[in-house]
């Protein structure tokens, strides 16, 4: 793809966000994280002192994005964050992990039980497809069997392709394989 354009790097915490969007900084991307433009247009909250967790008021965000964003991407942009599929953009990526892994990659970051539950469901029940919808091109890949730079690779072959296939030939779906 040619030009400008936002595209939203989603999944449950701990499926390889941060790695992925740092390799796709390497390779000439802006990246921008959602809890960066909600600190910048003063939509997020101070720590929840249970789990530090700094709430981002998504509604607002979304008003004051309006504005921002009003004349478009000035350059090819990575927009990093579990909650960044809300977002305006004009594609997203959903990082996928297996259950079984992504409880034990939340453990060793040393979350709740709670927290690691919740996580958990949401990656079960596909979190972003369900908030997502059909707007725009998604794609999805899966961290617990594939590495990082390979998937920074298809990344950008799908970039390049103008986003298609617009969505995935085989979505992942961890009820219908064993996996929840």
């Not at 919808?133 to 998604?138: C, F, N, R, S």
């Not at 594939?146 to 030939?169: G, H, Q, T, Y």
Request: proline share 6%; with cysteine; hydrophobic share 40%.
């Amino acid at each position: 793809m040619e030009g400008a354009f936002r595209l939203a790097l989603t999944g449950s915490p701990g499926t390889g966000k941060s790695t992925i969007s740092s390799l796709l900084g390497n390779s000439g991307f802006c990246i921008e994280t959602v809890e960066g433009l909600a600190e910048e247009l003063d939509c997020i909250e101070e720590a929840d002192p249970e789990d530090g967790a700094r709430p981002i008021d998504v509604e607002d965000l979304l008003i004051k994005l309006e504005t921002a964003w009003k004349e478009g991407p000035g350059e090819k942009t990575i927009i990093d964050g579990h909650l960044s599929h809300l977002l305006p953009v004009d594609s997203v990526v959903i990082l996928r992990c297996r259950p079984s892994e992504l409880r034990e990659r939340l453990i060793e970051r040393s979350y709740s039980i709670q927290k690691i539950a919740d996580n958990v469901d949401w990656e079960i029940l596909g979190g972003p497809w369900a908030e997502n919808g059909d707007l725009v091109p998604t794609i999805e890949f899966d961290t617990s069997s594939e590495d990082a730079e390979s998937i920074v690779m298809a990344i950008m072959e799908w970039i390049a392709d103008d986003f298609k296939p617009r969505s995935p030939l085989n979505p992942i779906d961890w009820v219908g394989i064993g996996e929840a």
